[in-house]
C-alpha cells in the first residue's frame, strides 16, 4: 500500500472515530456495538505502531472521550478521568502481567495481587468531596474536562450527599457507574435502546427534577483526586467505600495469578444472565497503591490496568418459553422467548431454534439457562444449555403435529437431492389458506425487494389484517382509505402519502412482480432469470395452461426443486385467483427484448469443467451480451457444450449421443472473435 493511501485510510478511521465518540459521549446514543468500536480503535493503533508517520490529535492513545456538549458548565477534573486498555483473552492477560514484571524488574515467578471488579456497563461519573459534604459532580467528558452535571446527580439516593465517618478524606473525588437495573428498565425500553442509553439520557436532562423520577443507581470503585486518604491498596478502599455508605459491586474479588483471573472471569460469564445490571467486562487492578504509583500511566491509560471484555455475541440467558412463528413458506420456526439481556449493546429478549432437529440434537427446553450468541445482524441463536442449572421440572418440548395458526398437518418433507427428511417441519396447507402464512406473503410481497411500497411496512401489514381490511395482495390496491383517515395515527397527510405509495407502484417491473408473489424457492436472481424467459405477465399467468413445466428445467440456473414449486404454485386455485386479480389492477411491465444481431444469436450454450482464467459467470455474460443463451442441461436444443477442464463425464456423453457439437475454450473465444 502506498504512504498517500495509508494516510487517507488513517485518516477516514479517525474522523469515524471522532464521529462515534461525539454521539456516544455528548449525544447519549451509540452508533455501533462496543466490539465494532474497539475494532475501530485497534486498528487505527496498530496502524500508527507499523507507520510511525501517522498521526493524529485525536488519537485513541491521546483521547479519551470527546469534548462535553454545551447544555452544561464544562469544569476540570482534578485528575483526568482515563480510559483502561482492554484485553480479550488468557494471552492479552499474560503480556499485560509480563510487561508490569519487566517494568518493575522482577522474575515470572512474583506473584501479583489483583482486585477483579465487574465493569457495568453504564455512565461514569466523578463526585467532589470536602469535609464530607458532596460539592460537584461532573461526567468523565473528555477524560480531561466533564460536564457540571451535580444537581442531576444528587437527585441519586445511591449517592451521600454527607459523610461522617471519622476516616473519610478531607477532600477526595469518588469515581462511579451510574447505571438503570434491567428490571428497572422493562418500564423505560419504549423510550430507550438499552439501559445505558437510558441512563446518559437520564443524566442530561436540563430539569433534575425529570433525573429524580428515573431510577437511577450509583457504584463507586475508584477515586481521582485525594488529600487525607489513609489506605494501602484497592481491595481496602472498596471495603471503605462500603463503610463510607457507597454501593460497590458485590462481585469485587482479590485475585492472585492469572490463571486464576481467567477462572473468575468464566464463572462471572456464567451469573451474567442472572444479574439485575449489564457488565460487559472484568476491570483487573494491581492492590498494592505503592505499584501503581511506581508504573504509572502510559498515554490516556494507566499501567496497572486493564478491562478484560466479555465476548460482546455472548451472554447467559434463561429460556421463559418458546413459541412458535409460521414464515410466508409455511416453516414452523421455534422461537425462544428469554430473560432479556444485553449483547453488544443490543437488548436481546428472543432467539431462534431453528427447527424441531436442532432444539432435540441440543435437548432444549423451557427454564434452561443457555448460551445466546448474536454475531453481527445476525439473528440471535441458541449455542449451548448448561445442564447442570436444569431443573427436574423442565420437562422436553414437543413439537406441534398441527398448525397453531389454520390446524393443517404439519408435515416434513422428503428431500430428493439428500434422500432424507427436511429438518424443517412445515404447515400443509398451501397459499392463501393459512392466516399466518398469508400475513407472511403479504409482508413479503411489499417488502423491499419485492414492490417496495413506501410507508407500508410489517407492522401496517399486520394492523390491517387485524382490521380485516387485507387478506390478498389485490387488496393492497382497493383499500378503505376513507376508514383508514378514521384510525389512530392516520390523518388526511399519511393517507394521502400512502394511497400516493400505493398507486406508484402499480406500475411494476415482471421480474418484481414474479419475486413479490413469495414461491418457495423463488428468489431475486430467480426472478430475473424467470422473467427473461417469458418475458411478458400474459406468458407467465398462462403457464398453467400450457402445462410447459418442465420446458424450465432448460433455463440456467432453475432446477427441479425451483420447477416443483412453480407446480405447486400454479396448482393452487387461490393463487391463480391472486393472479387474475392483479393482471387486472397492475400494469406489469413486458422485459426488454435482447438485441437478436449478435453474433451468438439462436445459438444455446452448457459449460462443463474449469476454464482458464475466465469464469462460468462471465462467459454467461458474454454469451447474453452477444444474443445468445446458456442452459443448465444437456438436451436437444443445446447447440455447444464447452468443455473445460475435469468435465462431468456424464454430459459430454449425453452430448456426443445427441450429435452436439463440443468445443473447448478457445473455440469458444474465437466465435466471438477474440482468440486467446
Not at 439520557?201 to 483526586?225: C, E, M, V, W
Not at 460497590?248 to 451469573?271: D, R
Not at 436481546?348 to 448474536?374: C, F, Y
Request: glycine fraction near 6%; hydrophobic fraction near 35%; charge should be positive.
Amino acid at each position: 500500500m502506498k504512504k498517500d493511501s495509508i494516510k487517507k485510510e488513517y485518516k477516514k478511521k479517525i474522523k469515524l472515530l471522532i464521529y462515534y465518540n461525539k454521539r456516544y459521549y455528548n449525544d447519549n446514543y451509540s452508533k455501533i456495538t462496543d466490539s465494532e468500536y474497539d475494532e475501530l480503535k485497534k486498528d487505527i493503533i496498530n496502524l500508527e505502531k507499523k507507520y510511525k508517520y501517522l498521526k493524529s490529535k485525536d488519537s485513541p492513545t491521546l483521547e479519551i472521550g470527546y469534548k462535553p456538549s454545551k447544555n452544561f458548565k464544562k469544569i476540570l477534573h482534578r485528575t483526568p478521568m482515563l480510559s483502561l486498555a482492554n484485553a480479550f483473552s488468557e494471552g492479552d492477560l499474560l503480556n499485560f502481567e509480563k510487561k508490569i514484571l519487566n517494568f518493575l524488574s522482577r522474575n515470572n515467578n512474583s506473584n501479583i495481587s489483583y482486585t477483579a471488579e465487574p465493569k457495568i456497563d453504564g455512565i461514569s461519573a466523578s463526585l467532589s468531596y470536602k469535609n464530607g459534604k458532596l460539592i460537584s459532580g461532573l461526567s468523565r467528558g473528555d477524560g480531561k474536562e466533564g460536564e457540571d452535571i451535580t444537581s442531576n446527580l444528587a437527585t441519586i439516593k445511591d449517592i451521600p450527599k454527607i459523610i461522617l465517618s471519622k476516616d473519610f478524606p478531607e477532600e477526595i473525588d469518588i469515581r462511579g457507574e451510574v447505571f438503570i437495573q434491567n428490571t428497572d428498565f422493562d418500564n423505560l425500553k419504549d423510550k430507550f435502546a438499552n439501559p445505558r442509553n437510558a441512563a446518559s439520557g437520564s443524566l442530561r436532562q436540563k430539569d433534575p427534577k425529570d433525573t429524580q423520577k428515573i431510577p437511577l443507581k450509583f457504584i463507586a470503585y475508584n477515586f481521582g483526586f485525594e488529600k487525607g486518604l489513609k489506605i494501602n491498596n484497592q481491595f481496602e478502599y472498596l471495603k471503605k467505600l462500603s463503610e463510607w455508605g457507597f454501593k460497590t459491586n458485590p462481585l469485587n474479588k482479590l485475585i492472585t495469578g492469572v490463571k486464576n483471573l481467567i477462572k473468575n472471569y468464566n464463572h462471572v460469564e456464567k451469573q451474567r444472565a442472572d444479574l439485575n445490571f449489564d457488565i460487559d467486562g472484568i476491570v483487573y487492578k494491581i492492590n498494592d497503591f505503592s505499584l501503581q504509583k511506581r508504573l504509572g500511566y502510559v498515554a490516556n491509560s494507566p499501567r496497572w490496568a486493564i478491562a478484560h471484555k466479555f465476548p460482546s455475541n455472548k451472554a447467559i440467558s434463561k429460556i421463559l418459553d418458546i413459541d412458535i412463528q409460521i414464515g410466508r413458506t409455511g416453516a414452523l420456526t421455534p422461537v425462544a422467548k428469554i430473560k432479556p439481556i444485553n449483547i453488544g449493546g443490543v437488548l436481546v429478549s428472543n432467539a431462534t431454534l431453528h427447527n424441531e432437529d436442532e432444539i432435540n440434537r441440543k435437548d432444549i427446553r423451557i427454564g434452561d439457562t443457555v448460551t445466546v450468541e448474536r454475531a453481527g445482524d445476525v439473528i440471535p441463536h441458541i449455542l449451548s444449555v448448561d445442564l447442570k442449572k436444569r431443573s427436574k421440572k423442565n420437562s422436553k418440548f414437543i413439537f406441534p403435529n398441527k398448525c397453531p395458526s389454520c390446524g393443517s398437518k404439519t408435515i416434513k418433507e422428503f428431500n430428493l437431492i439428500t434422500k432424507k427428511n427436511d429438518a424443517v417441519r412445515r404447515c400443509s396447507s398451501e397459499g392463501y389458506y393459512c392466516d399466518k402464512i398469508s400475513i407472511e406473503k403479504l409482508k413479503h410481497f411489499v417488502s423491499k425487494e419485492a414492490f417496495n411500497i413506501d410507508g407500508f411496512g410489517k407492522k401496517i401489514v399486520e394492523s390491517f389484517w387485524k382490521l380485516n381490511l387485507i387478506r390478498f395482495p389485490q387488496d393492497i390496491f382497493q383499500l378503505d382509505y376513507d376508514k383508514i383517515e378514521k384510525l389512530d395515527g392516520w390523518g388526511k397527510l399519511s393517507v394521502k402519502n400512502l394511497r400516493y405509495s400505493i398507486n406508484d407502484k402499480k406500475k411494476i417491473s415482471l421480474e418484481k412482480f414474479i419475486y413479490g408473489l413469495g414461491i418457495r424457492h423463488i428468489g431475486l436472481e430467480n426472478a430475473k432469470l424467470l422473467s427473461k424467459y417469458f418475458g411478458s405477465f400474459l406468458n407467465f399467468k398462462n403457464l398453467s395452461i400450457n402445462n410447459k413445466y418442465n420446458d424450465l428445467i432448460n433455463i440456467d440456473g432453475i432446477g427441479e426443486t425451483q420447477v416443483n414449486s412453480i407446480k405447486i404454485f400454479f396448482s393452487n386455485r387461490l393463487n391463480l385467483k391472486v393472479l387474475d386479480e392483479l393482471g387486472k389492477i397492475l400494469s406489469i411491465h413486458n422485459v426488454t427484448a435482447k438485441i437478436k444481431n449478435g453474433l451468438l444469436n439462436n445459438k444455446t450454450f452448457l459449460v462443463t469443467g474449469k476454464l482458464d482464467g475466465i469464469s462460468r459467470a462471465e462467459v454467461k455474460s458474454l454469451i447474453e451480451e452477444n444474443s445468445g443463451t446458456t442452459v443448465s442441461s444437456v438436451s436437444k436444443k443445446l447447440n455447444y457444450l464447452i468443455v473445460g477442464d475435469k468435465p462431468t463425464k456424464r454430459k459430454v456423453l449425453n452430448a456426443k449421443d445427441l450429435n452436439i457439437k463440443i468445443i473447448d475454450q478457445n473455440q469458444f473465444l474465437k466465435m466471438l472473435d477474440k482468440t486467446s
